[in-house]
């Protein structure tokens, strides 16, 4: 009799482990779908702030070869 108590105790505390291990999983995998979607928002931002680098970048180069250009005119040589 006393052994089935032991046993029925350690059935219901293992059924209550695995409900809490179940809410665990559960959260872990909402967790890393938050993650997922702020790698993406963040890689597009990434990818948008490196467009207008280039874009800079470019015109720097532009503004550049037209003052080297401009410096060699008659009037400043």
């Not at 990434?46 to 410096?71: A, P, T, Y």
Request: no cysteine; charged share 40%.
């Amino acid at each position: 009799m006393k052994e089935k108590l032991k046993k029925e105790h350690f059935e219901v505390l293992l059924e209550g482990m695995k409900d809490d291990i179940k809410l665990v999983l559960e959260g872990h995998t909402i967790l890393n779908n938050k993650i997922d979607l702020v790698e993406i928002r963040l890689t597009n931002r990434i990818d948008s702030v490196d467009s207008k680098v280039e874009d800079v970048k470019m015109m720097v180069k532009e503004m550049s070869h037209k003052l080297e250009e401009h410096i060699l005119m008659p009037a400043h040589v």
